[in-house]
């Protein structure tokens, strides 16, 4: 087995990681506050599992709004063969809601949000270009 501390790909992923990362969250705190700021809109996950993909997690639904969406999908169109991962894991209803998010790739966001959950005022949340997750997803 090779160590992947030494692996010069691995080290490239990391890298592309690293940056992708940075600049999500760029992104992120124009419109919110990380979740280090208690409390917190949202989170990105800064380890890298190996997979070409960062996970964000969203605790305030104002973050799902369609301009921080459209302005995500633009940063991932720089790493195409990425894909951010968002989870909504809204504070008061953790535990009573079932998992739910977005896919963002460069050419699709794939929606797994189950919107009748939401208060009305995030139900009508709609992405350009949006596709609803299927089975295959």
Do not use: C
């Amino acid at each position: 087995m090779t160590d992947q501390g030494s692996d010069p790909q691995y080290e490239r992923q990391v890298k592309t990681f690293d940056s992708l990362v940075q600049a999500i969250d760029a992104v992120l705190e124009q419109y919110g506050k990380h979740d280090s700021l208690d409390p917190g809109d949202y989170s990105v996950y800064e380890d890298y599992w190996g997979f070409p993909q960062v996970k964000v997690s969203i605790a305030n639904l104002k973050m799902l709004e369609p301009i921080v969406i459209r302005k995500l999908q633009q940063v991932i169109r720089n790493y195409p063969e990425w894909e951010i991962v968002v989870a909504v894991v809204h504070r008061p209803n953790y535990k009573d809601w079932p998992e739910m998010g977005l896919y963002i790739r460069r050419n699709e966001i794939i929606d797994g949000l189950q919107r009748q959950y939401f208060p009305k005022e995030f139900q009508g949340l709609a992405y350009e270009g949006a596709r609803r997750r299927s089975v295959v997803d």
